[in-house]
């Protein structure tokens, strides 16, 4: 069972959704089976701090609906999918273009439709490196996801 977008259809989507399209974020892939995306992050004067680094707003905008989407993508329109809670460690100011990419497993999509079999709530964490462009690390986000059945879809 798919869900509504075509993966080609959703990156152009988010390319131009004002949080992302303002700020210089772009989604740079997305795979066809929602299991696999690239956010970058351009280096400009307006999405620079006062230190000339990269904004660590924008560094967090860039991995907020990316993992909910994806999950979305690949469980289908019988799940209930949102971002549940975000924290975000910065390791060293990201002074060029930034990347983030994202995997979703086989392993923990069949982990997520096990936990959630009968209705149940799951709150599955993903940890996103955000590297520059000398593939260094500059922040670490770890998000966690709420995932749960539809009410019709749920086990009795």
């Given at each position: 069972m798919r869900w509504a977008f075509k993966p080609a259809v959703m990156r152009h989507l988010l390319?131009?959704?004002?949080?992302?399209?303002?700020?210089?974020?772009?989604?740079?892939?997305?795979?066809d089976d929602y299991?696999?995306?690239?956010?970058?992050?351009?280096?400009?004067?307006?999405?620079?701090?006062?230190?000339?680094?990269?904004?660590?707003?924008?560094?967090?905008?860039?991995?907020?609906?990316?993992?909910?989407?994806?999950?979305m993508g690949a469980l289908g329109k019988e799940y209930i999918v949102w971002d549940k809670q975000a924290d975000i460690d910065f390791i060293k100011p990201g002074l060029s273009k930034l990347t983030a990419e994202f995997w979703l497993s086989d392993d923990k999509v069949n982990e997520i439709k096990a936990h959630t079999e009968q209705g149940e709530k799951y709150f599955p964490q993903f940890l996103v490196h955000i590297k520059d462009a000398d593939n260094t690390i500059v922040c670490e986000v770890n998000r966690?996801?709420?995932?749960?059945?539809?009410?019709?879809?749920?086990?009795?």
């Open positions: 390319n131009f959704w004002p949080p992302f399209f303002f700020t210089g974020i772009k989604v740079a892939v997305l795979s299991r696999y995306c690239k956010v970058e992050l351009k280096s400009r004067p307006w999405t620079q701090n006062i230190n000339r680094s990269q904004f660590g707003g924008s560094m967090f905008a860039m991995t907020d609906p990316i993992y909910p989407l994806m999950l966690t996801v709420y995932v749960r059945k539809k009410p019709k879809y749920r086990g009795q």
